[in-house]
């Protein structure tokens, strides 16, 4: 009888301490909570909410329903930004994860001082958003900039490239290219992974370099391709900052680097159209969230997992 008890005793501290320990972690998670619903939640509720209204910050919104969605379309700018941005983004993206992927391959051949090289190249991912690198393009690509310099060498004249509406939004799509830091080191951490034996036993069948990267390469690392494709148009969709600083936040010139998102902000934040803008916001996610349904979708018919 006394065994007995003394396991009922032992299972019911077991339990007050399991009550603890919720008790402890409901704590220690308040905050996060918190934080999700004050700052996450609530505005993007009320962002939906003042989406179906016209609301300039000085008066009470108004509902007006589907007007903010349907004056979308009648808008010429709005859809110059959208243009501008698809552009931006399917160009720029694949430039990037395939410049990615090329250094990913020279880098994981073995090289000396291989960390030196991988925080080189990662550097411009931490700074390509940035205002400083922003301003530094800026200048690269003015008409006295270091373009111009190294072009004047070889008696080429050059253009005031960030000036120019048909080149500005280029020189934003290299600027993205250059920030391929993070997806190499995501690349190369995937081809850490692919086992040597492949190469051996295909090299000895006698596969060339180039079958040997479209017929093993590829597919195995298919998986982490797709993961940084997603994360990359993701990020691309939100770009601002370098279309803010190197247009002086006109979008200019003539509108060709008129980002989405700096649209959005110049609805919002100076001509106070925030039940406008709101519905731009919106939209934005739904096309976000649309490709990135449509890359899960086409994903089954190019992505290998190991089952």
């Known amino acids: 009888m006394s065994v007995i008890q003394e396991v009922a005793k032992t299972r019911g501290a077991s339990r007050e301490l399991r009550k603890g320990d919720g008790k402890a972690a409901a704590i220690f998670l308040a905050p996060w909570f ?5 700052i996450t939640a609530f505005p993007l509720l009320a962002s ?33 930004s959208l243009s501008v941005t ?101 690349f190369l951490a995937g081809l850490r ?5 492949y190469y051996e036993a295909a090299s000895i069948d006698g596969a060339s370099k180039v079958r040997q990267f479209f017929n093993i390469t590829i597919p195995l690392l298919s998986p982490i391709i797709f993961f940084n494709l997603v994360l990359q148009l993701i990020g691309a969709f939100q770009s601002f900052t370098q279309a803010f600083i190197v247009s002086g936040g006109t979008g200019g010139p003539v509108d060709s680097t008129l980002f989405y998102t700096l649209y959005l902000y110049q609805n919002g934040f100076k001509s106070f159209d925030m039940g ?15 490709m990135t349904a449509v890359n899960f979708l086409a994903s089954k018919y190019w992505v290998f997992y190991d089952d």
């Open 34 to 38: 918190l934080g999700l619903g004050l």
């Open 48 to 80: 939906l909410y003042l989406s179906f209204t016209d609301y300039s910050l000085l008066e009470a919104p108004s509902w007006i329903g589907l007007e903010n969605y349907q004056r979308m379309f009648e808008d010429p700018r709005w859809l110059q």
């Open 86 to 186: 698809l552009r931006y983004v399917l160009i720029s993206v694949p430039l990037q994860l395939m410049a990615a992927l090329a250094l990913a391959m020279v880098l994981d051949r073995g090289l000396r001082g291989l960390a030196i090289y991988r925080s080189v190249y990662y550097l411009p991912s931490l700074l390509g958003s940035s205002v400083a690198i922003a301003l530094l393009w800026r200048q690269v690509f003015g008409a006295d900039g270091l373009v111009n310099q190294v072009l004047g060498y070889f008696g080429i004249q050059g253009y005031g490239w960030v000036s120019h509406p048909d080149y500005a939004l280029g020189t934003l799509m290299i600027l993205n290219v250059w920030t391929f830091g993070a997806p190499m080191i995501i």
């Open 193 to 197: 992974q692919i086992p040597a034996m």
């Open 276 to 290: 406008y803008a709101s519905a731009m916001a919106w939209f934005l996610l739904l096309i976000v969230a649309g």
